[in-house]
């Protein structure tokens, strides 16, 4: 893939104009992310640390469409991700995917619908999401699914959205606590740790909207203490299917 230059120079890697889906000015990449600016347009940072490579921080870069899709996926591993980085609708759709790992998502990255789906998917691993990160309709969605898959705390306001943190550490996956008012939205926490799953302490005005939490740890799943949470008006209701193709 690209090797981005390993300096601080605003706009490295600088392609506003990118059509989506032929691949980013930063696509691939193994090296350093350059901070400040870095690595802008759609899929900028598309698979960055794939399949077995490695990046370091990613901080005030790397924003567009997918712009960090696939990062650290395939036993591959990126490190945190802050500062309003890799935003954008899919932004870090399915980050550390398949064995891989990211670091901590915070400051307002990874923000967009769809901007966390499945990251962490198939026995990943993925560190804390805070800082209002992670947010967006169906943004946390799937987190830490199926294969022991691992995400870190969600915090301070992060994964708001409908259905923002739906099915998340379900089938054996793991979440840890989400608190300070994370994963509000209609059905946001909907099915959350079900399935052999697991989802720690819900707490601080967290997981509020219509139907909530319905189902959240059900079938062999768990979730810890609720404090504050689940409103009543989260009620069973038919809720749609978002089984990973």
């Known amino acids: 893939g690209a090797t981005c230059p390993q300096n601080d120079v605003t706009g490295c890697c600088y392609d506003p ?90 400051d307002g990255s990874c923000s967009g619908n769809y901007a966390c789906y499945l990251a962490a998917y198939g026995s990943g691993v993925v560190g804390d999401i805070t800082g209002g990160s992670c947010s967006g309709n169906f943004a946390c969605s799937n987190l830490a699914g199926y294969g022991s898959g691992v995400v870190g705390d969600i915090s301070r306001s992060s994964c708001i959205g409908d259905y923002a943190c739906y099915y998340a550490g379900r089938n054996t996956g793991r979440v840890g606590s989400i608190t300070d008012g994370s994963c509000n939205g209609d059905n946001a926490c909907a099915y959350a740790g079900s399935i052999s799953g697991s989802v720690g302490d819900i707490t601080c005005g967290s997981c509020y909207g219509h139907k909530a939490c319905y189902l959240a740890g059900a079938n062999g799943g768990s979730v810890g203490d609720l404090t504050g949470v689940c409103p009543p008006s989260s009620q069973p209701s038919a809720s749609p299917s978002l089984e990973p193709s």
Do not use: K, Q
């Open 17 to 106: 104009d990118l059509i989506p889906g032929n691949g980013g000015p930063c696509d691939d990449l193994t090296g350093t992310v350059c901070h400040n600016g870095a690595c802008i347009g759609g899929e900028a940072c598309s698979g960055v640390g794939y399949v077995g490579g490695s990046v370091g921080a990613i901080s005030e870069s790397c924003v567009g469409i997918r712009s960090c899709s696939w990062a650290g996926s395939s036993s591959g591993s990126v490190g945190d991700i802050t500062n309003g980085s890799c935003d954008g609708d899919y932004a870090c759709f399915e980050a550390g995917y398949v064995s891989g790992s990211v670091g901590s998502i915070s």
